[in-house]
């Protein structure tokens, strides 16, 4: 509960000492990017991952294996859920909408389906919104990153564009960027 010098933490009686003494202590560990599934939980806390952002929306799944994780039904990192990620639907808008119950990514058209697809996957229990890519324009995006901030979550952007890069992304104040494609031209 405690880390510093010696002398300079109080040490409660009958606590359990460790002499760490040439070893080394590290925090727990943060998977930033996690493809999760629910059978990799002992293996992430074997090799000292306790946490897990897992970006790749698992729907329902996602949130009951955040919960039972969190309430000792099975042993895991804790996780950050998405829920769902938002997909572009092209340059054109003529993508199709390919989602369907348990799918992992749906996709908006317009502004007002990014502000109520967005407050939806809120309202489902995300920890943070994913936009799946920037494959769409700059207008579809800036209301997801307005609805999450709103409501305190992040959002993280896979940033392979064609539209959407890490300078757009940046400039409509996305929080984590992935696989952001093309950052040297668009610096």
Not at 4 to 27: F, W
Not at 42 to 68: F, H, K, M, P
Request: a negative charge; glycine letters at 16%.
């Amino acid at each position: 509960s405690a880390v510093g010098a010696e002398g300079d933490v109080a040490i409660p009686n009958g606590a359990e000492r460790v002499d760490a003494s040439g070893k080394y202590i590290l925090p727990g560990l943060i998977d930033g990017k996690s493809n999760w599934n629910f059978q990799y939980g002992e293996a992430y806390l074997n090799w000292g991952v306790t946490s897990a952002i897992v970006s790749g929306g698992r729907n329902d799944q996602g949130i009951a294996d955040r919960d039972a994780i969190n309430h000792g039904i099975f042993a895991g990192p804790r996780l950050f859920q998405a829920v769902v990620g938002l997909r572009g639907p092209g340059p054109g808008l003529d993508g199709r909408q390919s989602y369907e119950p348990g799918a992992g990514d749906i996709t908006p058209f317009s502004p007002e389906d990014s502000r109520r697809y967005t407050r939806e996957i809120i309202a489902a229990g995300a920890d943070f919104i994913v936009i799946g890519d920037g494959n769409g324009p700059i207008e579809l995006w800036r209301p997801v990153v307005e609805e999450a901030h709103a409501a305190g979550l992040a959002v993280s952007c896979r940033c392979m564009g064609p539209q959407m890069r890490g300078l757009e992304a940046a400039e409509i104040g996305v929080d984590v960027m992935v696989h952001f494609g093309n950052i040297g031209a668009s610096i």
